[in-house]
């Protein structure tokens, strides 16, 4: 990881200023911003303490360049480091097919949904990598994916390393590979040295059946694997640690970030086959809205927080116009329209429009949200509760949380759209199925917002809506 996570506040208040932004040092200061925060900064921490829409560019711009920059390390470790990966992607060796689509820069390669020339891709590298081993360390993947990435940089992703889909697909490949390769001398050493008396996939008739309220469903993301990885010997240490992280004031994000990475197979089965009161008390970090986020981004890879903000946005006019006779509207509209800044009125009908998608498709809205004030909801599945809303007006909110089978997923989201983006990533994180009074709003949501779906496969009327709202 770059220097700059060691950083101490003062550290990133000087940096601000040798890049004229001294003038948000403060503010910088008063949260704490350190460097291993700016490691996990969003679009959303910029929009809270940089009110200046320019200068909230200007800032992710540079952080953008601080992450993959190397210029903060010595000129001939940085010269030799970038030699060294020109000549490792060098020996690669590309298939004629593939090194025309590299050269055209075609942009199936850059897509996370499974094409040919990505497929191709994924084969050169493990190719590659497979002639030295079966078992890479993490030190190879960086090292062969950071090559790559230096030589054909608009392979770079706009989220995380850069590289972050690519290492995980990678991953998943040797994983396929290994499976069959039971007379294998490394594989079957490695098994011999990792494995677990009795663990593993169990059959159905083994498996304890807990009655949950919310049905639960398989989670989508990297495939899981029928060998046990290293660190699941001391999976019970690990959980503790997390829960220890959590209990700080200001939690490492990094820290229990990689925890999680560690744990994702033991996890997705602990959720499928336990309740969600237990799922919380075994994984609490699955309470704050970071590592829900990153964790919807590590199996779906896609950052819901910023579709929402770049594309949901945008839809939002259009929904309120088309919306116009819910009665939520007529709520909120006196309180958009009372409002002179130009930047949080154009949040407030982000908002309104969020609380108005399930009157699109004539769906049942407490599905979505509730007032607490209404008393104790009976939903079972993911449901925003908003609470202190004066004269019954949404916007008027003084507290939003999301909860699930009764239980309190998150209890401070800070506003609408945030709260969308937890209750989002819940279903999939904690493998929940859409409601049917609801499903057309989250598979619109899933389609049209996050692009998790292709067009051809939607019903006719998510269509005609999406092209509505378009017009």
Known sequence: MSDYISWKPAEVCQWLERNNLGEFSNVFMEHEIDGATLGVFTERMAERLIP??????????????????????????????????????????????????????????????????????????????SSKTLYPTHHQYVELLSSLITVYPYLKENFGSGYDALHESLKNKFKKERRPLVSDEEVARMRRKFSITGSGRKRTSEVVQIPLNAVRTPVNGPTATEEVCVEERNITEIVKTMAEEVKKIRPDMMFLQEQMTKTREYRRTYILSHPTREILMEFPCLRLPEILLLEMKALQHIDVD??????????????????????????????????????????????????????LFSEDASLLFAFEESGTSQVVTPQIILSGCKE?????????????????????????????????????????????????????????????????????????VFNSLCE
């Open 392 to 464: 019954g007006v949404p916007l008027q909110h003084s507290l939003v949380k999301v909860t699930m089978d009764k239980e309190i997923i998150v209890e401070d989201c800070t506003d609408i759209s945030l709260a969308l983006c937890v209750l989002f990533s819940t279903y999939f994180v904690f493998g929940v199925e859409y409601p049917k009074g609801l499903k057309k709003t989250l598979t619109f949501l899933e389609a049209f917002v996050f692009k998790m779906k292709e067009e051809k496969f939607l019903p006719i009327t998510l269509k005609r």
């Open 306 to 359: 910023k579709q929402v903000t770049l594309v949901l946005n945008k839809m939002a006019p259009m929904i309120l116009l088309r919306a116009s006779h819910s009665t939520i509207i007529k709520r909120c509209l006196e309180t958009i329209e009372d409002c002179q800044e130009g930047a949080v009125k154009k949040g407030l009908q982000l908002e309104t429009a969020i609380l108005c998608l399930p009157s």
């Open 52 to 129: 200046i829409i320019k200068k909230q560019a200007v800032f992710m711009s540079l952080l953008e360049k601080l992450k993959t920059s190397e210029a903060h390390r010595p000129l001939m470790v940085d010269v030799q480091r970038r030699d060294s990966r020109a000549r490792d992607s060098s020996h690669i060796a590309f298939p004629p097919l593939l090194l025309a689509a590299l050269e055209r820069r075609d942009h199936e390669l850059k897509s996370s949904r499974k094409s040919k020339t990505r497929t191709l891709l994924l084969q050169a590298l493990f190719d590659h990598l």
